[in-house]
């Protein structure tokens, strides 16, 4: 399978417990997103990665989270003490960033998160 | 800052008809624009992409999108509805000047009737 992989792709938890998501992207590609998707809404951007690099993290993204891509590959997401408010849909997306060209992020099913 | 305004949450089409979907952004700088589908339980699949190439745009599955800088406006076509079609629709917009995340609409859910 070339496509972008997540796992797992459901995970049921209860409030105050830790999770973590793992991301496995397109092989050659250089660039990771995390974004989060609730019901009845679009995806909202979390953080980025070029390479093993953070590059940029957004507001949505508070202390609870935090994500890593240790050797450029693969990805976690780690949400720390869940809350109610964290049951959503993460998705993850990867991309081969050229210079001068404008990236197609290829999407991952989704790892949808239930938190009681 | 950029936002994207995607209007009507649910469309309902014939199957053979018109498919139209209709999306307005606003950016402080040029954009580049975007449309993704999203089948259930699947991930997003891009349908078409804005980069200032052309104004007209074609994508896969005979779905095209005309950039219209006057109207803000990056609406999405289909000349003929397939069943296949009904899935959620979702249009995204990114900076030219450091493009990368994406800022996504509500998204259009459309259903497509025999």
């Known amino acids: 399978d070339t496509g972008v992989s997540q796992d797992p792709r459901h995970k049921i938890t209860k409030r105050g417990q830790n999770v973590t998501f793992r991301c496995d992207p397109i092989?050659?590609?250089?660039?990771l997103y995390w974004y989060r998707q609730t019901l009845g809404q679009g995806p909202e951007f979390l953080t980025y990665?070029?390479?093993?690099?953070?590059?940029?993290k957004s507001r949505l993204l508070s202390d609870r989270f935090s994500a890593e891509r240790p050797k450029g590959s693969f990805s976690t997401l780690e949400i720390q003490r869940t809350e109610q408010g964290d049951s959503a849909m993460y998705l993850c997306?990867?991309?081969?960033?050229?210079?001068?060209?404008?990236?197609?992020?290829?999407f991952g099913p989704g790892t949808r998160l239930t938190v009681l | 800052a950029q936002s994207v305004t995607q209007l009507g949450s649910h469309v309902s089409v014939s199957e053979g008809a018109l498919v139209l979907l209709r999306c307005n952004y606003s950016?402080?700088?040029?954009?580049?624009l975007f449309w993704y589908v999203q089948y259930p339980n699947q991930g997003l699949q891009l349908l078409l992409k804005?980069?200032?190439?052309?104004?007209l745009v074609k994508g896969i599955n005979d779905f095209e999108a005309e950039f219209k800088k006057s109207e803000t406006s990056f609406h999405l076509t289909k000349p003929s509805a397939h069943m296949s079609d009904a899935a959620e629709y979702f249009c995204?917009?990114?900076?030219?000047?450091?493009?990368?995340?994406?800022?996504f609409g509500a998204g259009t859910q459309v259903v497509v009737t025999p």
């Open positions: 804005y980069t200032s190439a052309a104004t």
């Open positions: 950016s402080s700088v040029p954009p580049y």
């Open positions: 990665f070029q390479n093993e690099a953070q590059l940029e």
């Open positions: 997306a990867s991309s081969l960033v050229v210079s001068g060209r404008v990236d197609e992020q290829f």
């Open positions: 995204a917009v990114t900076r030219t000047d450091s493009w990368g995340k994406l800022q």
């Open positions: 092989s050659e590609h250089n660039r």
